[in-house]
């Protein structure tokens, strides 16, 4: 079941308005368990014993026993905090009737209790078989005692990480309260997103050991989470920044579209997923385990979109385009971007004077970020930008003028993952700096695949609103510094950049 906070009672509420409130929340052919208990201090046994009820059903329902029960020393109110921080935990109240009681009205189709009870007598037994459902005893896994740190590492931004240095606002002139003022003016932003959709599965492993009959790791999955990635994250990291945002993707005709169709709806982008019956949506599926990433496979196809889509792309992006402050080429070079595609945008966006940037990435593909002729800015690795000019050897400012030259690009920012961002313009009236470096931002980071994104499209949306190249470069190094201290693709908001940037 995918893990949501949990639905609390009013603790006046009477045990039929709480049964009423549980079967409202729940559709008909979902599956109910029920657990219930003292939770004085919530510790991990009671965290492998409630995570292991949320696998044996579709929603979970605890109880928390009323102050008056023997054993119970901390007050009603603080034990319900505790339960309620628990994300297996799909609804909570406060129970002053027997537990028997209770399940006799609600008819849950599994009761859990600790295995310690099972050799007493249980008088719940009794109702329970009466309407069919099960008892079932465990005091759960070891290593689901866990599962709530492994699910705040997907999510929770560890800021004490982040170290902004000083010394670059100070060279180029600009101070944080500076950099505050520019992100609250995203909002007036409206900026189209083109490129390939991705949809990143985390599969978090618990490892068990080596195989004895060959040398093959053996890992049991504890947990799936689904996230957008490639030119989704990026609409949704630039809706959840302020702006306003229209999305263009290629998808499949499966339940993998669905789900992205319906994130990126949740995150407020307007999503134009062209369907492609030639390919799958692409899925790209980590498994890891204690923090590390064992093994990725992919499930994608990457040849170019037919002329028919071509055309269906270009009819809807026509009727926003003259209202777009900013279009981004995402591409992952999976074929939502071919080349007669790219050129007919940018022609249009030249005649309507719309900004443009880009990122193409080439990682396990092959990729060339200078076909993307004339924009504003690129943002390329080292490697890519290597593999467009055709040099291994130039220094990195030599590699940056080149790649800048050959793409009529404004700017090129060079990630360099660890050791940061190369910046370039080759327009001096800016600065009497052309060419400067901003280190990583993020000394613990969680999972880097989603960097660059964060960058490309935070820096971008700088420039949009009359940032200069270093406040940009800054803002953008930020973004990625905030995604980098969490695991999986999960869209930055202002707040977040805005909160780094004040403390």
Known sequence: MTPCPASTCDVSSSVADIVNDIRDKVDGDKRIVFVWGNFNVVHPGHLRLLNFASECADFLVVAVMDDSVPG???PHDLRMEGVRAISAVDYSFLLRVPPEDFIEKLMPDIVVKGKEHEQHFNPELAVIEAYGGKLLFSSGDVRFSSMDLLRRELSEIDLSDIRKPLDFPKRHGFDFKKLVDIVHQFSRLRIVVLGDLI?????TCDPLGMSQEDPTIVVTPLQHDLFIGGGGIVAAHAQGLGASVDYFGVVGNDPTAEFARK???SFGVRANLIVDDSRPTTLKQRFRARGKT???????????????LISTVMGRLLLILDKTDLLVFSDFNYGCLPQALVEEIIGHCQ??????VADSQSSSQIGDVSRFQGMHLITPTEHEARLAVRDTGSGLAVLAASLQEKSKAGSVFITMGSEGVLIHSSDASISNITTDQLPALNSAPKDVSGAGDSLLICASMARAVGASLWESAYLGSIAAACQVGRVGNTPLSAREIVQELSS
Do not use: A
């Not at 949809?199 to 599969?203: A, C, M, P, S």
């Not at 064992?294 to 028919?308: C, N, P, T």
């Open 199 to 203: 949809v990143d599965e985390y599969i």
């Open 72 to 74: 119970v020393y901390i």
């Open 294 to 308: 064992l093994l990725r496979v992919s499930h994608l196809r990457q040849h170019d979109i037919g002329q028919d």
């Open 263 to 265: 994130t990126l709806e």
């Open 351 to 356: 005649r309507l004077g719309v900004m443009m």
